[in-house]
């Protein structure tokens, strides 16, 4: 995501005549155009008119506005481009509509002109920003086909809906939505949740509503690889069961099959060497990388660790090995396993200014990033140095 929301930044980094162009289209009204002869800014006026909206349109707007704040970086681009190929069949359309504007343009431009692409892009987008450890894999399900029919979806909502009802109680109500990306075959399920309060500003007048809302449970099928990925939150017993629904209900298998283990770890020992270099192209978004923190697990025993912290990451990237030369002196380095890693990453963001980006690495094979956009990057980065995950066999850590 671009940033939480804020009317001002909004106004400061939108193009202005694309929110005229918003007010006049969806609201039918002049927004944001100071008077003939006013020495009133562009910007000055927005905040004067937004003061003054109706508040059935300012709703409205803050709802359109925060959409198209989220999707404003390099993952909400990469959704629209995924959607736009599965739509216009290839890049070149939406490529040439957008002709050479800035990111901020591209997105509201799509809000705007494309909509038919908007809803689905969204979706892919909050599903990339999602928390790595909210999604569980599972593996082995060779190349079976998913089944996308109407039938099936239908049946995959009952089937969850009854599953929350008599497991938690909620209300049966379910709905499923299916979309293609790329390889993958998205099933976005929404379970009816809890009754819930929820208090709400109906004009001047504070009041309590009660609503029943609905959750998100995502899979994503690769028919390719034979994996599904599911964010649903639950213990190990929930997931397994839900996993099994799904595969029952949209692949066809009656009991899931033996989960392969990733066995890959990992190659964080390199990052001990004081010569290791980081590996990303001149033309990168990257503009440097540096270890901040080293956690060191005791070998054999694994009954002890040690984090080495350096604040002064940013000024001196070398520091981090100042520290490790210290504590070797009194502990020997070659008995220790490097068990996590965390590296600052400065990136150039859509606006071309420098911003941090943190990468936490821990064995065997976790590690906080996201699948698209700036993280998409970064994974990249960190394959091209040689510490992305590997097999043991390989010769990982000893």
Known sequence: MSGSFEIRNFFRKMPADLIHEYFAARHGITFGVPEEGSEQTEFDRQLADWKNLPQEIKVSAERDFIKINDMADEAGIRAIL?????????????????????????????????????????????????????????????????????????????RLGDYFFEHDGKGKNCRVEVLRRRNQDYFFAYPEDYSREVLEWNGNKLSARVAKQAYTVIFIYVQDEGTLDLMCKGNKTRIYEIQELFAQTILGIEKLPENERDSRIYELAPLLKPNFKFRYEPSSIIQSVAISKIRLTRRYTWDSRVVLESPMWKKQPEKIYEILESFSKACPLDSFFVTQAELKVVVLNEDGKEVTETIRLTTPNLCNLHREGTHAVLRKMLIDSEIEPRDLSDGGQT
Do not use: M
């Not at 069949?89 to 038919?116: C, M």
């Not at 809803?119 to 450890?133: E, I, R, T, V, W």
């Open 82 to 158: 995924d959607e736009a190929e599965f739509q216009d069949g290839g890049h070149e359309k939406i490529l040439a509509q957008w002709e050479d504007f800035p990111l901020n343009r591209r997105v509201f431009y799509t809000f705007l002109h494309r909509s038919e692409l908007w809803d689905n892009a969204c979706l892919f987008h909050h599903s990339d920003s999602l928390p790595q450890n909210w999604w569980k894999k599972r593996k082995g399900f060779g190349h079976l086909k998913a089944e996308t029919a109407p039938e099936a979806i239908e049946a995959l909502a009952k």
